[in-house]
């Protein structure tokens, strides 16, 4: 019993054996017809020789925003008193002192495995009933980096003091490190401490060490594939508000101003903006882009945002692409010379925020939470639809449920800023001897 029971044993090895290496040579040699294919997803994955993107036959619908109407004449009453509000709190705030840190965080890369792992895994989940496989799993998520900032203001003169510890730049770029025989990495950990000036938004000086230095002589010494610009606008306090440096007052001047709306959420009253911004306005342009600014103001105080979702649209004209066979390799996607077809493309950005009170009648941002989601092919989210029906605008409430549930599930990338001390007008201190 037993020596039949140690071949049966062997023999079934040698079964599994002879099935992966069946699988595995119908994966190297199988041999596609050659077809015509889009891509949905990927529009980066085509090879560098292709050339530079064909020019757009003609204007976008979205970007043609002549057919808008204008704001309404209660809408117009609306946004000029929000603008008044606004302005009148910001000459409120004279100077002041904020500390607070930023933490970033991407989605953990899929760890690669060997491929015969995944024929296994592969093998497995076909037995596995579609009711019992978990399709809802959430990536994991990494920290890449955390930055702790001293922020002084005082009229248009700003210090920083930046603590950071970070292996990614504050918007998830490599940061290159030189080693000590001279090569590149990137992708480690590093401590550093910074200190800038500011006045009317240019960077005067910098500090390393102990030592004030004219920001233009600091950077004539730099290696070359260093970046000069160390200073990241991410480090204002103020650029959380929007997402930009901008206070909403002036901010909104930029945009074309859509939709301003009293809306009441549990009978809170708050204003409602959508702001909308083209660029690329002529046939002679390989892309056309336009952002979306839906803004709802916090019930609390109408000068900041609680919530903002922020809408990047692209279109433009993509290669068709075939599969061409390989000798002894596996087929490969190639642009058909000559033809495209017309590609939109749509990114969501949002913020979310929450404010407290620093000082009698002075609010400031407690938190801020901002998460990025990745381009999805406007196609997708409206299947029935040809592009020269899709919605001129699209709004939040215009994207179908399934998609909303969809695309918040997993954003790319977080970065969450918190506020540790706030103190408002103050006198700004700082002690800059020996910087000139």
């Known amino acids: 019993m037993f020596t039949r029971h ?19 040579c119908f994966l190297l040699l199988h041999r596609p017809e050659k077809t015509t294919q889009r891509p949905t997803r990927d529009t980066t994955a085509l090879p560098p020789e292709f050339g530079k993107t064909q020019l757009l ?23 000029e008193q929000l603008k008044t509000e606004v302005t009148a709190y910001n000459t409120k ?18 760890e690669t495995k060997p491929l015969f ?11 596995i009933p579609e009711k019992e496989k978990d399709g809802d799993v959430l990536p994991t998520y990494k920290e890449t980096g955390h930055w702790y900032i001293t922020y002084r203001f005082n009229g248009e003169t700003e210090f920083f003091d930046v603590k950071a510890r970070a292996k990614r730049d504050m918007n998830g770029g490599i940061i290159v490190t030189q080693t000590e025989n001279g090569g ?20 005067l000086y910098i500090r390393e060490g102990t030592k004030w ?74 892309v056309g882009s336009a952002t979306t600014h839906e803004i709802w103001m916090h019930p609390q105080t109408r000068v900041y945002p609680k919530r903002i979702l922020i809408a990047n649209r ?54 801020v939470t901002e998460e990025s989601y990745g381009e999805d092919n406007v196609s ?13 605008i699209i709004r939040e409430a215009l994207l179908p449920e399934w998609f909303r549930k969809e695309y918040k599930k997993a954003p790319g990338l977080k970065r969450v800023m918190n506020v540790h001390r706030a103190v408002f007008n103050i006198p700004m201190e700082l002690d800059i001897q020996g910087t000139l």
């Open 117 to 127: 792992v995944e024929l296994l895994e592969g093998v497995r989940d076909n037995f």
């Open 380 to 392: 997708e989210i409206f299947p029935n639809r040809p592009n020269s029906e899709y919605p001129v």
């Open 213 to 286: 230095r004219p920001y233009d002589k600091w950077q004539q010494v730099l290696p070359v594939w260093i970046p000069t610009n160390v200073f990241d606008k991410c480090f204002n306090p103020y650029w959380w508000h929007l997402g930009d440096e901008e206070p909403l007052d002036r901010f909104i001047h930029r945009d074309k101003i859509i939709g301003v709306k009293w809306v009441e959420n549990d009978g809170d009253p708050y204003f409602y903006l959508q702001l909308y911004h083209t660029q690329a306005e002529n046939v002679d342009a390989s």
């Open 314 to 367: 692209r279109a433009q004209l993509q290669p068709e692409l075939e599969i061409v066979e390989k000798f002894f390799s596996i087929a490969e996607a190639e642009p058909v010379p000559g033809k495209y077809y017309y590609f939109e493309t749509i990114s969501f950005q949002s913020l979310t925020s929450e404010i407290a009170e620093y000082e009698p009648g002075i609010f400031f941002p407690k938190t």
């Open 6 to 24: 140690k071949h049966t044993q062997v023999y079934r090895k040698i079964f599994f054996f002879l099935f992966l290496l069946g699988v595995s």
């Open 93 to 110: 705030i004279k100077s002041g002192e904020i500390e607070f840190s930023v933490t970033v965080s991407q989605i953990a890369p899929q």
């Open 57 to 79: 036959s003609e204007t976008p619908r979205f970007i043609k925003t002549e057919g808008i109407p204008p704001l309404s004449p209660q809408e117009t009453r609306l946004l």
């Open 184 to 203: 590149l990495r990137h992708d480690i950990w590093q401590e550093t401490h910074h200190q800038f000036l500011r006045h009317r938004k240019q960077t």
